[in-house]
């Protein structure tokens, strides 16, 4: 016997954390409320979109910057809240620079005015748009525990 039950509404965003070296990727907000406000790529999945192609998708469009996602570090869960229309869930993806790939954009485009590769000490003092930036940033380069991405298998359920 089987249970009917309506589907789960939920957002789904991507957040990217993409290391050269010892430095990481940020890109400055162009609209918005954010407008001037440093954060990493991020952005939501498009329906009959997979993550890992949106995380390329939105690194390249706010930073210019071609990216082989290659592990996921934390997969955040926001349940649907009173008042709330719709669930959250946030997957924090480990990436790296394609060696062809050009510098970060230095010039606005309609999403960002533009991205640049930041030491961890650096950060802290750029107006941020969420202090969860400096969070992920110190988890990552303390060595928090990154699955392999071979452990997302998009179209398998």
């Given amino acids: 016997m089987s249970v009917a039950r309506s589907p789960l509404s939920a957002y789904v965003f991507v957040v990217v954390l993409v290391r050269r070296g010892f430095r990481y990727l940020l890109v400055q907000a162009g609209k918005g409320d954010s407008h001037g406000q440093w954060y990493l790529p991020a952005g939501a999945v498009e329906p009959g979109e997979d993550l890992v192609s949106a995380a ?11 990216i082989e996602v290659t592990g996921i570090m934390a997969i955040d869960h926001m349940p649907r809240l009173p008042g709330w229309e719709f669930a959250r869930w946030r997957f924090v993806v480990e990436a790296r620079v394609l060696q ?30 969420g202090e969860d930036v400096v969070r992920l940033i110190s988890e990552h380069a303390g060595g928090a525990a990154v699955a392999p991405i071979s452990v997302y298998r998009p179209g398998l359920a």
């Avoid at 390329?56 to 071609?66: E, H, L, S």
């Avoid at 790939?101 to 748009?129: D, H, V, W, Y």
């Fill in 56 to 66: 390329v998708r939105k690194t390249k469009q706010a930073a210019g910057v071609d």
């Fill in 100 to 129: 062809a790939s050009p510098s970060p954009r230095q010039e606005p485009n309609e999403e960002t005015l533009g991205a640049a590769f930041f030491a961890q000490g650096e950060i802290g003092e750029l107006r941020l748009r």
